[in-house]
């Protein structure tokens, strides 16, 4: 078994599974889209939107929306390389938005695909995402390569959230990222708040679980960002989620879920 795949545990009925890449170079990205095919990916998504420095230094991330003439040679390599549909995750723009530019620079290389992230790089995550962009996005689109499908993100909250959004800009999907923190049942249309919290308990004890089964290797500390987003919102939960951030493994933490279950006045 190749390593790069020791963590991909994926069954057939999850597919698509996109490999997510990053790097300025492009014959490094022809490389690894080639190894991406080779290895029964789907597809192949580029990030030219990753905010974290040491991705930036090497050109890549946000930093390829300043140089748009080495973004499109990169996409050009990982399409040459395989068969695999090619896509980009991006942001509006650097320092300011500039659609015009950086967009219309993606939709010439024709990805089958463009995520936009409706936030500069200078804004991080700390303002609220810009979804009045998206309609002159989806303009920019029309009007370039009509071809390429246009995918929003950035604060939906829910299912009927998103399709608020999309009917509303005319973009062709949303993409979901932390409204799935503590509620995997959002793609089922469920919000947060519906799910009794012995199911949320439970959800999370079946997580830990499989990623001690499943990743054995990996630091059991990188579910603590799970344990906050599935305790909380209830009385006592910041006493609960205390207990559970000290739990070294999956039976800790189920043995400690299960003692607050049993506690009196439950």
Same mark, same amino acid.
């Given at each position: 078994?190749?390593?790069?795949?020791?963590?991909?545990?994926?069954?057939?009925?999850?597919?698509?599974?996109?490999?997510?890449?990053?790097?300025?170079?492009?014959?490094?990205?022809?490389?690894?889209?080639?190894?991406?095919?080779? @290895?029964?990916?789907?597809?192949?998504?580029?990030?030219?939107?990753?905010?974290?420095?040491?991705?930036?230094?090497?050109?890549?991330?946000?930093?390829?929306?300043?140089?748009?003439?080495?973004?499109?040679?990169?996409?050009?390599?990982?399409?040459?390389?395989?068969?695999?549909?090619?896509?980009?995750?991006?942001?509006?723009?650097?320092?300011?938005?500039?659609?015009?530019?950086?967009?219309?620079? @993606?939709?010439?290389?024709?990805?089958?695909?463009?995520? @936009?992230?409706?936030?500069?790089?200078?804004?991080?995550?700390?303002?609220?995402?810009?979804?009045?962009?998206?309609?002159?996005?989806?303009?920019?689109?029309?009007?370039?390569?009509?071809?390429?499908?246009?995918?929003?993100?950035?604060?939906?909250?829910?299912?009927?959230?998103?399709?608020?959004?999309?009917?509303?800009?005319?973009?062709?999907?949303?993409?979901?990222?932390?409204?799935?923190?503590?509620?995997?049942?959002?793609?089922?249309?469920?919000?947060?708040?519906?799910?009794?919290?012995?199911?949320?308990?439970?959800? @999370?004890?079946?997580?830990?679980?499989?990623?001690?089964?499943?990743?054995?290797?990996?630091?059991?500390?990188?579910?603590?960002?799970?344990?906050?987003?599935?305790?909380?919102?209830?009385?006592?939960?910041?006493?609960?989620?205390?207990?559970?951030?000290?739990?070294?493994?999956?039976?800790?933490?189920?043995?400690?879920?299960?003692?607050?279950?049993?506690?009196?006045?439950?």
């Amino acid at each position: 078994e190749n390593p790069l795949m020791r963590d991909l545990a994926f069954g057939e009925e999850q597919r698509p599974i996109v490999a997510q890449l990053f790097s300025s170079k492009p014959d490094m990205i022809g490389y690894a889209a080639k190894l991406a095919a080779e @290895l029964g990916f789907d597809g192949v998504d580029i990030n030219m939107g990753c905010p974290d420095r040491t991705v930036e230094k090497q050109g890549a991330g946000a930093a390829m929306i300043n140089t748009p003439e080495v973004a499109r040679e990169v996409i050009r390599a990982a399409k040459k390389a395989s068969e695999l549909p090619v896509s980009i995750k991006t942001r509006i723009g650097y320092n300011i938005e500039s659609l015009d530019e950086w967009l219309t620079t @993606l939709l010439e290389a024709a990805p089958a695909a463009i995520t @936009l992230h409706l936030r500069t790089r200078k804004e991080m995550s700390l303002v609220p995402a810009g979804w009045e962009f998206m309609k002159r996005a989806v303009e920019i689109r029309n009007r370039v390569n009509p071809n390429v499908l246009l995918i929003g993100n950035g604060d939906v909250r829910d299912l009927e959230d998103a399709r608020a959004k999309a009917a509303d800009s005319g973009c062709d999907g949303v993409m979901l990222g932390r409204a799935m923190f503590g509620n995997p049942w959002v793609f089922a249309g469920r919000k947060s708040e519906d799910t009794p919290l012995a199911e949320r308990l439970a959800a @999370l004890i079946e997580l830990a679980r499989e990623f001690e089964k499943l990743t054995p290797h990996k630091n059991f500390s990188i579910l603590k960002k799970h344990i906050k987003a599935f305790v909380t919102g209830f009385a006592g939960a910041a006493e609960l989620r205390a207990l559970l951030m000290q739990a070294e493994n999956a039976e800790e933490l189920a043995s400690a879920i299960r003692m607050h279950e049993r506690a009196p006045g439950r």
